[in-house]
């Protein structure tokens, strides 16, 4: 039963650099998927104009948020469970940790603008994990780039192997639709935002003349010679390359006309990997194994104040999770009955029995979990993979409300537990330095600190250039340096020294003058 339910669950992400589609295309599979009935279902969590309202606005729809964080459905026989990321660079780390959930992505590229910022940044981070990833090259109906030029782009900037699996016939206003080159048949395109078109046309041999008859002798010559270059220049699609992340399979389309979306959707599921092994600090986790474990990847806080608690999302690594059973939280060695976890389907939350791994759970809680955190039914475990990336832009805690210091100190260790923020601590005199990186991430605290806990507080930029965890096996060496730069150390929250550095140059200089110690840019470390 466990190796079943495996095998038919898909989780991944949609990642892209804002703008390239990623909201159109989540809408589409949904819609394709007949999750949802309507378009305009799926709200985009992207941030524009204002930062600061536009953040707002989306923190009073946090009900709405929540919902889509993951949207799962049944397609083909299979489980899809699409999680949501944030759009914004400010909020990548949130981005990052959600990737450490899935097994798979898809990337957005729009086919005007090719490789972006994030678009680089985003696949940085599944490079560091090998995660499997297909290409959308999207937006196929307006005149872009030329397709050869996209995927030397792709593999150049992207550091990955590219092969494309469908191919453009035309492109703009006379973008015609596209030639599947796995299964050798052709999709027309028609600009109909409403339609779910299917319309496949098998053509086993590109050279016979119903090719000419159906998009012309021009597009149909051309075509042929695009296949027999694509062909000859790279290697058949290798399914084990794309699963160890190496290579990309890459298809074009236009989601917004919803074309490529269902072609998209079918290969998708036919060679996406079903959920992984998980590697945890004391060994690797097979998913079919009979106990459950999973892990907490990220934690939303209800913004109405009759109801505080907070949901937090576990990824299922093994196992079968099941309602009212005692599960073991191994941080804080503890037992936890979950009487009511949520399970996500489409955009609706609803009460589930049972899950399996690559589902995301949803757990009411009122404190216990933060980023990380690993439940199992009694094993000593820790999953790995979710470091904190060492901040830049940082900012002094201080109070301004002297009544309301616990409520301060309580809302600044809650969020910082959610990873909205990471906190640090400075002796003495308990100084609290809060760091981020982007600056939105401030303003997210202080609306939250107020609303949520009543608390105001003053954010002081400080002028450090970056905060790195220090280590080192002799132990005397890190306590004659904490020593001597007193004025910049301070402790995270579980107690680890961090230097701050003033610039690059000092940072530079004390990686030099001290080489018995280790500086490090991610916690993973610990
Ligand atoms: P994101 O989540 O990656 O940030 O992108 P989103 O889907 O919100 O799409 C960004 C813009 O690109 C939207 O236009 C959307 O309609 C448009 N778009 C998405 N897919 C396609 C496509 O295949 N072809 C074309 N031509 N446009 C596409 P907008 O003007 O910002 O918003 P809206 O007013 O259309 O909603």
């Known amino acids: 039963m466990v190796s079943e339910e495996i095998l038919r669950r898909r989780t991944f992400a949609i990642i892209s650099h804002p703008d390239a589609g990623k909201t159109t295309l989540t809408e589409k599979l949904l819609l394709f998927g007949g999750?949802?009935?309507?378009?305009?279902?799926?709200?985009?969590?992207?941030?524009?104009?204002?930062?600061?309202?536009?953040?707002?606005?989306?923190?009073?729809?946090?009900?709405?948020?929540?919902?889509?964080?993951?949207?799962?459905?049944?397609?083909?026989?299979?489980?899809?469970?699409?999680?949501?990321?944030?759009?914004?660079?400010?909020?990548?780390?949130?981005?990052?940790?959600?990737?450490?959930?899935v097994d798979s992505v898809i990337l957005v590229v729009d086919c005007v603008k090719g490789v972006e910022e994030q678009t680089r940044n985003l696949m940085q981070v599944c490079r560091m994990r090998n995660t499997p990833v297909i290409v959308f090259i999207n937006k196929m109906d307006r005149e872009g780039r030329d397709p050869y030029e996209l995927l030397d782009e792709l593999e150049r900037e992207l550091n990955i192997h590219?092969?494309?699996?469908?191919?453009?016939?035309?492109?703009?206003?006379?973008?015609?639709?596209?030639?599947?080159?796995?299964?050798?048949?052709?999709?027309?395109?028609?600009a109909n935002k409403q339609q779910l078109t299917?319309?496949?046309?098998?053509?086993?041999?590109?050279?016979?003349?119903?090719?000419?008859?159906?998009?012309?002798?021009?597009?149909?010559?051309?075509?042929?010679?695009?296949?027999?270059?694509?062909?000859?220049?790279?290697?058949?699609?290798?399914l084990d390359l794309y699963k160890e992340g190496y290579l990309a399979p890459v298809f074009f389309g236009s989601a917004i006309y919803n074309f490529g979306v269902g072609e998209l959707l079918d290969t998708f599921v036919k060679i996406a990997p079903s959920p992984q092994a998980v590697q945890a600090s004391q060994r690797e986790v097979r998913p079919e194994?009979?106990?459950?474990?999973?892990?907490?990847?990220?934690?939303?806080?209800?913004?109405?104040?009759?109801?505080?608690?907070?949901?937090?999302?576990?990824?299922?690594?093994?196992?079968?999770?099941?309602?009212?059973?005692l599960y073991y939280h191994t941080r804080l060695d503890k037992r936890i009955?979950?009487?009511?976890?949520?399970?996500?389907?489409?955009?609706?939350?609803?009460?589930?029995?049972?899950?399996?791994?690559?589902?995301?759970?949803?757990?009411?809680?009122?404190?216990?979990?933060?980023?990380?955190?690993?439940?199992?039914?009694?094993?000593?475990?820790q999953y790995k993979g979710i470091p904190s990336f060492s901040p830049e832009i940082f900012k002094e805690v201080v109070n301004k409300d002297p009544f309301k210091t616990k409520?301060?100190?309580?809302?600044?260790?809650?969020?910082?537990?959610?990873?909205?923020a990471q906190l640090f601590m400075q002796q003495p005199g308990s100084r609290k330095i809060v760091g981020t990186v982007g600056e939105l991430q401030f303003d997210v605290i202080k609306f939250r600190l107020k609303q949520e806990y009543g608390a105001t507080c003053d954010l002081y930029p400080l002028n450090y250039y970056k905060a790195c965890w220090i280590t080192s096996d002799d132990k005397e060496a890190l306590a004659r340096f904490i020593a001597i730069k007193g004025s910049h150390i301070a402790y995270d929250k579980d107690d680890n020294p961090v230097f701050f550095a003033d610039t690059s140059w000092v940072l530079r200089s004390v990686q030099e003058h001290y080489p018995k110690l280790n500086f490090h840019f991610t916690s993973d470390f610990k």
């Open 35 to 101: 999750a949802i009935n309507t378009a305009g279902a799926v709200k985009s969590n992207k941030i524009t104009k204002s930062a600061t309202s536009d953040f707002l606005e989306i923190e009073k729809q946090r009900g709405i948020s929540v919902a889509t964080s993951v949207m799962g459905f049944d397609y083909a026989g299979h489980k899809i469970n699409i999680l949501d990321t944030p759009g914004h660079k400010d909020f990548a780390e949130d981005t990052y940790r959600t990737l450490s959930a």
């Open 162 to 190: 590219v092969r494309p699996l469908s191919w453009p016939i035309g492109m703009g206003s006379t973008f015609k639709g596209v030639y599947n080159l796995f299964d050798k048949d052709l999709r027309l395109f028609t």
């Open 407 to 420: 409520q301060l100190e309580k809302g600044i260790r809650q969020l910082t537990d959610e990873g909205v």
């Open 289 to 325: 194994e009979n106990a459950f474990t999973g892990f907490i990847f990220k934690i939303h806080a209800n913004l109405d104040p009759n109801h505080r608690d907070r949901i937090a999302f576990c990824r299922i690594c093994s196992g079968k999770f099941e309602r009212n059973k």
């Open 198 to 238: 299917k319309d496949v046309i098998a053509i086993e041999d590109i050279k016979s003349s119903e090719l000419d008859e159906i998009i012309g002798k021009q597009s149909a010559d051309t075509l042929r010679s695009d296949t027999d270059f694509l062909n000859e220049f790279y290697e058949n699609f290798d």
């Open 337 to 381: 009955r979950f009487s009511s976890p949520t399970s996500f389907m489409a955009n609706e939350k609803s009460l589930l029995d049972e899950a399996w791994p690559g589902d995301v759970v949803g757990l009411y809680d009122t404190g216990s979990f933060k980023i990380g955190d690993t439940l199992t039914e009694g094993e000593l475990l």
